[in-house]
């Protein structure tokens, strides 16, 4: 027997929704449908799956859940969230314009600075935490409003709701990279977002072994396009990849919340330390974004950056000395990382004005113990401030 699952809350969907045991078997997981063809009873006479490219049973289930999680009509799932990106990109014309938040994520800015704008797509960047700003920016040309909040790497926070309406009545569509927040804490849809994009690289797949990526919305001739040119254009994902997402999705809720405990608490220990300067994290009630973060998010997630007082090289030191916090580009996994974002994953946005400041290290806080990861930092900031200065 299976229940209606649309009925059902976020936890019992991100179990079920989508992964009915197998109806062959009987198999309470969802196979890994490892095969590129499908056998047809007579010409043109199949079950529903024909070739891998174009469709997959495993792919299907991920895609359902999705769905069902980000509160959209449907789902398409995709071989990392630049090839997800790609594929947006394809709703356009040569002519048309993108408004870009100016901290939007490193590769989506490259692919549209590097490799779009070739193809005569013109954009423009923007403080879309600045309303006004967004208003003044949109252009009768513009067809795509991409946004991303939180954003990378001070964790700003766009409302949502607010760009929304601000485009009613104008042909863009708003698009919300939902990366950091993850469909658990946060669905744009709902808020009036025309469709949602994932790495599920990240916190979907949780683990840190897997790369993919996911668009989702509710229009349906949104839908085609978007099928039509990742099945002309082939960016889909394998079907073992999307296992693994399957796989991390049925926790995410829980992860989700133990990510956000620990973030909020590491981001509490780092604002007392006197070796920190500023923290950055939406929880915070001093945080610019805290009120919006608070009504359009569940929770605040498990990113944190914070700036280390003294100079580039004391904020090096202490990516290297942490123990449990592992000195890795990434994020979304169950353990802790640590970066330092002028260096690594912001180094290409040296000279586009969209640079960070040089002290400024990001955490992607894990699920271990929440005191152990405390005790990491605290000994990893003696390099800045001996131990009997730090609280
Ligand atoms: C990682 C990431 C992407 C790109 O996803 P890949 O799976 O690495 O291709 C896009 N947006 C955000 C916010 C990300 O963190």
């Known amino acids: 027997m299976t229940a209606d699952w649309h009925e059902t809350a976020f936890e019992t969907r991100a179990i079920h929704a989508g992964q009915d045991p197998d109806p062959t078997t009987g198999a309470i997981i969802t196979p890994i449908y490892q095969t590129s063809t499908f056998v047809q009873e007579a010409v043109g006479q199949h079950r529903g799956f024909e070739y891998g490219r174009t469709d997959n049973p495993t792919r299907s289930a991920l895609q359902e859940v999705l769905a069902s999680l980000e509160g959209g009509a449907w789902a398409l799932a995709y071989a990392s969230g630049l090839a997800a990106t790609q594929n947006v990109f394809y709703l356009l014309n040569p002519g048309d314009h993108v408004l870009l938040s100016d901290d939007a994520y490193g590769g989506t800015h490259r692919f549209i600075a590097k490799v779009m704008h070739r193809y005569g797509i013109d954009y423009s960047l923007v403080d879309m935490t600045d309303l006004e700003a967004v208003r003044g920016a949109i252009r009768p040309e513009t067809k795509l409003v991409w946004t991303e909040t939180p954003s990378n790497p001070y964790l700003k926070i766009v409302d949502i709701r607010g760009v929304a309406d601000l485009l009613r009545g104008h042909p863009a569509l708003l698009l919300v990279d939902n990366t950091f927040a993850s469909p658990y804490l946060q ?38 396009t978007l099928k039509f040119h990742q099945n002309a254009a082939g960016a889909i994902p394998g079907p073992l990849d999307v296992w693994l997402a ?49 009504r359009q998010m569940r929770d605040f997630s498990g990113m944190v950056s914070f700036t280390v007082r003294g100079d580039v090289d004391a904020a090096t030191e202490v990516a290297r000395s942490t123990r449990i916090f592992q000195l890795a580009e990434s994020l979304g996994g169950v353990e802790s990382l640590i970066e330092h974002p002028g260096q690594m994953t912001h180094a290409s946005v040296a000279g586009t004005g969209a640079e960070v400041e040089e002290t400024l290290l990001r955490l992607s806080v894990g699920i271990e113990n929440e005191a152990d990861l405390i005790a990491d930092l605290k000994q990893a900031l003696e390099v800045v401030v001996p131990a009997t200065a730090a609280r």
């Open 246 to 294: 399957l796989r991390g999705i049925k926790t995410l809720a829980v992860r989700m919340e133990r990510h956000s405990q620990n973030a909020r608490a590491v981001a509490a220990y780092l604002q007392e330390h006197p070796a920190v300067r500023q923290v950055f994290y939406p929880g915070l009630a001093d945080h610019p974004g805290h009120e919006i973060a608070a």
């Open 187 to 224: 669905n744009p849809l709902r808020l009036g977002a025309d469709l949602v994009l994932h790495s599920t690289t990240k916190y979907i797949g949780g683990h840190s072994d897997v790369v993919g990526g996911a668009v989702i919305g509710n229009d349906q001739g949104i839908y085609d």
